[in-house]
C-alpha cells in the first residue's frame, strides 16, 4: 500500500510542477513528439517526449537501467558508469555528456528510482541529479540540477506509452541558445535510437524487479 501511495505522490508531484507549463511542439516524427516549455527564473527550456513503443514495460526498464549501454542510444553520452547498485529497481550512475566545442563537456551522478503502481500498472523511472559520489573533474563542468522523469503506462500486449520529461540547468558559462538547440534535436535521435535497442535480444525476456 505505501509503495502505491508513494508512487502515486511521485507522478502527481511531477504533474504538478508541469501543469502549468505551456508545451509547444518542436519536432515531431514516426510517432514521436517532442515540446519544449519556458521555465520560470530559467533561461534553459525543458523537454518532453511522447510517443508509444512496442516493447514490454519490463523490456523499457531494463533499457532504462542498463547504465553501461547508455552511450548506444542517449544522444551525447560520452559515457556512463555504474555507481552503487541499491537493488535491481534502485542505483546510482555517473555520465559524461558531450557538448560542442568550444563549450566545455558536462558531467552528472543521478539516482535512477524504479517504481510501480500496484493497481494500475504504471511504472514511473524518477532520475534527478544528486551530489557526491564521484569527485569534480578537471575540465568538465558538474551538472548539480537535472530532473528526468519517466512515466511508462501499459496500453497492450507488448506496447507501452511513454511520457518523459526533462529539466536541466548546465551550469557553468554555456549559451542558452545552445543548450535549447540541443534540447530540441537530441530527443529525437534519443528516441529513434532506444527504439533499435530495444530489438535487441538481450532485453527480449526482461522480468520487472522490485524492491
Same mark, same amino acid.
Given at each position: 500500500?505505501?509503495?502505491?501511495?508513494?508512487?502515486?505522490?511521485?507522478?502527481?508531484?511531477?504533474?504538478? !510542477?508541469?501543469?502549468?507549463?505551456?508545451?509547444?511542439?518542436?519536432?515531431?516524427?514516426?510517432?514521436?513528439?517532442?515540446?519544449?516549455?519556458? *521555465?520560470?527564473?530559467?533561461?534553459?527550456?525543458?523537454?518532453?517526449?511522447?510517443?508509444?513503443?512496442? !516493447?514490454?514495460?519490463?523490456?523499457?526498464?531494463?533499457?532504462?537501467?542498463d547504465i553501461k549501454a547508455a552511450p548506444e542510444w542517449v544522444d551525447h553520452t560520452k559515457s556512463a558508469t555504474l555507481v552503487k547498485q541499491i537493488s535491481p529497481s534502485e542505483l546510482y550512475y555517473y555520465c559524461e555528456v558531450n557538448i560542442p566545442w568550444p563549450a566545455k563537456n558536462r558531467d552528472f551522478v543521478a539516482h535512477l528510482v524504479v517504481k510501480q503502481d500496484p493497481q494500475t500498472k504504471v511504472i514511473t523511472v524518477d532520475g534527478?541529479?544528486?551530489?557526491?559520489?564521484?569527485?569534480?573533474?578537471?575540465?568538465?563542468?558538474?551538472?548539480?540540477?537535472?530532473?528526468?522523469?519517466?512515466?511508462?503506462? #501499459?496500453?497492450?500486449?507488448?506496447? *507501452?506509452?511513454?511520457?518523459?520529461?526533462?529539466?536541466?540547468?548546465?551550469?557553468?558559462?554555456?549559451?542558452?541558445?545552445?543548450?535549447?538547440?540541443?534540447?530540441?534535436?537530441? #530527443?529525437?535521435?534519443?528516441?529513434? !535510437?532506444?527504439?533499435?535497442?530495444?530489438?535487441?535480444?538481450?532485453?527480449?525476456?526482461?522480468?520487472?524487479?522490485?524492491?
Amino acid at each position: 500500500m505505501w509503495r502505491a501511495i508513494i508512487t502515486l505522490f511521485l507522478s502527481l508531484a511531477v504533474s504538478a !510542477a508541469f501543469a502549468q507549463t505551456e508545451w509547444k511542439l518542436k519536432n515531431e516524427k514516426d510517432g514521436i513528439k517532442v515540446y519544449m516549455a519556458s *521555465v520560470p527564473d530559467s533561461k534553459f527550456k525543458a523537454i518532453k517526449v511522447e510517443c508509444e513503443l512496442n !516493447a514490454s514495460a519490463p523490456q523499457l526498464v531494463k533499457v532504462l537501467m542498463d547504465i553501461k549501454a547508455a552511450p548506444e542510444w542517449v544522444d551525447h553520452t560520452k559515457s556512463a558508469t555504474l555507481v552503487k547498485q541499491i537493488s535491481p529497481s534502485e542505483l546510482y550512475y555517473y555520465c559524461e555528456v558531450n557538448i560542442p566545442w568550444p563549450a566545455k563537456n558536462r558531467d552528472f551522478v543521478a539516482h535512477l528510482v524504479v517504481k510501480q503502481d500496484p493497481q494500475t500498472k504504471v511504472i514511473t523511472v524518477d532520475g534527478p541529479a544528486v551530489p557526491g559520489f564521484v569527485p569534480v573533474k578537471n575540465g568538465i563542468v558538474r551538472i548539480s540540477s537535472s530532473k528526468g522523469f519517466w512515466v511508462i503506462t #501499459p496500453v497492450g500486449e507488448n506496447r *507501452v506509452k511513454v511520457k518523459y520529461t526533462l529539466q536541466v540547468d548546465p551550469g557553468g558559462n554555456i549559451p542558452a541558445w545552445l543548450v535549447n538547440m540541443l534540447a530540441a534535436d537530441s #530527443p529525437m535521435k534519443s528516441f529513434e !535510437a532506444l527504439i533499435i535497442q530495444l530489438k535487441k535480444p538481450v532485453y527480449q525476456d526482461a522480468q520487472l524487479a522490485l524492491n
